[in-house]
């Protein structure tokens, strides 16, 4: 009875793995012979951006500008005499240098996401031009793929 049991789950063990290394070679056939791996490391490609370059420019005009406004403000509430007339004065500049922040961080995020999608719109049209099939962050992989940055970084201003 032993025996036959042994027998019986060598040949199960036997019909699995057949099974399995079966399956593993019709999804190993599925890729084709010459498919083409390639990574981008996107953090030099976005630092090297002159796009990226001016919007921190630009980032750091409008912080100069609010740092302005608010010495500006502030001085302003100084030259107050009365408690009530700083306080309505206080939130008046406290409402409008938020509407002002807000403003200019929704100009940012848009003007970032433009460049972010013209980035990757770049990125791909180099890949298929260059026969990629599959794009990668190079901070995401440890070994393998081509290394395309300068080859990208050339299409991105």
Do not use: H, W
């Not at 190993?28 to 002159?50: E, M």
């Amino acid at each position: 009875m032993k025996k036959s049991l042994a027998k019986i789950f060598v040949a199960c063990f036997a019909l699995g793995l057949g099974i399995g290394i079966g399956a593993n070679n019709m999804a190993i056939s599925d890729i084709p012979t010459n498919f083409r791996v390639a990574v981008v490391d996107v953090s030099k490609i976005v630092s090297g951006s002159q796009q990226v370059q001016a919007l921190k420019n630009e980032q750091m005009r409008n912080k100069a500008e609010l740092e302005k406004y608010i010495q500006t403000a502030r001085a302003d509430v100084e030259k107050q005499t009365t408690a009530v007339k700083k306080k309505q004065l206080t939130e008046r500049y406290d409402k409008e240098l938020n509407a002002k922040r807000k403003t200019m961080q929704m100009a940012y995020n848009q003007k970032l996401k433009k460049i972010e999608d013209n980035i990757n719109t770049i990125i791909a049209q180099r890949a298929r031009a260059e026969g990629y099939n599959l794009i990668l962050s190079k901070s995401m992989v440890l070994f393998g793929g081509t290394d395309i940055t300068s080859s990208i970084s050339q299409y991105v201003r």
